[in-house]
């Protein structure tokens, strides 16, 4: 097989772990697979170099930025293929450039055109073991870049799917994906296998893992990505198409959301248009929207309910206020203390019966839902922040993701 594995910031934290990755590295060499690693720098020096440059500038050049934070990569890169050939497994360390990566180029967050893997296969079919340094690439001008905070994932990604490889193990210290947060669930179950899409819709049970781009570009170049811990032997989840699962279960997790607000609209000026109106000046505002519910009022006039990011409310109130003053809107009200909880599964566009559960298991419990949406996998309630717990613990025993 040919296995690209991918070893962030915790895994390769000090020279010790450096060691362990070696060791690790050499087993799969061993096993008879051809390797390529993708290394992040050691956690915490990305932020190091940040601030040293902070020292000097408020707003230092990108270019210079990207000079400075792809030296951090490098230093785990040539480590470890000096730790790996000391052991006896020749290997080598290349730069993104080497690497063949190209990005445009829009410096600290460079986006990956193309990656030519010749000079990785070349390497490859001397017996040696390829590793790069994540996280950069090369402009069409030479320049180095990188691909944006925590941009190592989709190094090894698009090296994953230039080269066809068999896998793509993301390493952390997290051992999987699990049915939802094992914070507020202990009894949270990993998960063995799931789709491309449900781990997009539970982006919130992935965000220390995975990043969503990363899971995007997977799916597009059609990579099997793994997450799995390099403190122990464990497996992971298995993140794929979703034809490669054949149990496919009604629910696969339960995410939750704390970070949003709902700001309702009162009254708001029946005309053709108006919705246009104040979207599109969110939307030019850089607000995300996420949930929007109209209903008729009174009068002919139309209320209307949507949710935000908490980040963006105040950017969010601003262009709303002005529709107030304008008597387009009566009134608005903000609420932050409120949260989503979604329950996620590709069993759903199968089965019917997931959506009246989930409300019955609200109504048993005497929470309230605000707000409601569905995808074809995925159904969201807008409820009360108080209960967002005891939600999530409620349908986790409901759905039996437990078991
Ligand atoms: N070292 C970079 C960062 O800290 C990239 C990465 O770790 O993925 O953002
Ligand atoms: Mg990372």
Do not use: W
């Amino acid at each position: 097989m040919l296995i690209v594995q991918k070893f962030g910031g915790t895994s390769v934290g000090d020279l010790d772990r450096i060691q362990n990755v070696a060791n690790r590295v050499s087993i799969t060499k061993k096993a008879g697979n051809d390797i390529v690693v993708v290394v992040s720098a050691m956690s915490g020096e990305t932020n190091k170099l940040v601030s040293y440059a902070e020292h000097f500038s408020k707003a230092p050049a990108r270019a210079e930025m990207d000079m400075l934070l792809s030296s951090g990569e490098r230093v785990t890169a040539s480590l470890l293929a000096i730790a790996l050939s000391e052991m006896g497994f020749p290997a080598v360390s290349m730069t993104g450039r080497k690497a063949g990566i190209v990005t445009d180029n829009i410096h600290t967050k460079a986006r990956i055109e193309v990656v030519d893997p010749t000079a990785m296969k070349k390497a490859i079919s001397e017996g040696k073991i390829v590793i790069v340094a994540g996280f950069q690439g090369v402009s069409h001008d030479g320049n180095v870049t990188t691909l944006g905070r925590g941009g190592s994932d989709l190094s090894a990604v698009a090296i994953a799917g230039a080269l066809k490889a068999d896998l793509c193990e993301i390493y952390t210290d997290v051992s999987g994906i699990f049915t939802t947060d094992p914070r507020i669930e202990p009894k949270a179950k990993k998960l063995d296998k799931i789709s491309y899409d449900e781990m997009l819709e539970l982006a919130s049970l992935g965000a220390k893992v995975l990043q969503n781009r990363s899971v995007e570009l997977a799916k597009k170049l059609n990579v099997n990505l793994v997450t799995r811990t390099s403190f122990s032997d464990e497996e992971g989840t298995l993140i794929t198409k979703e034809e490669n699962i054949m149990e496919k279960p009604l629910v696969s997790g339960i995410a939750l959301d704390k970070n949003q607000a709902r700001i309702s609209l009162v009254g708001v000026k029946d005309r053709p248009g108006i919705a246009s109106d104040i979207f599109t000046k969110l939307s030019n505002n850089n607000v995300n929207i996420d949930m929007i519910i109209q209903n008729v009022g009174y009068d002919g006039k139309a209320n209307i309910d949507f949710t935000v990011p908490v980040s963006d409310l105040a950017d969010a109130k601003r262009v709303v206020e002005a529709f107030v003053e304008e008597v387009e809107i009566n009134e608005a009200s903000y609420d932050e203390n409120i949260c989503k909880v979604s329950i996620v599964g590709v069993g759903m566009k199968s089965h019917t019966g997931v959506a009246a559960k989930a409300f019955s298991i609200m109504a048993k419990e005497n929470i309230n839902i605000n707000m409601i949406s569905t995808s074809e996998i995925k159904i969201s309630m807008v409820i009360d922040e108080k209960y967002a717990e005891l939600a999530v613990r409620s349908l986790h025993a409901a759905y039996e993701l437990d078991k």
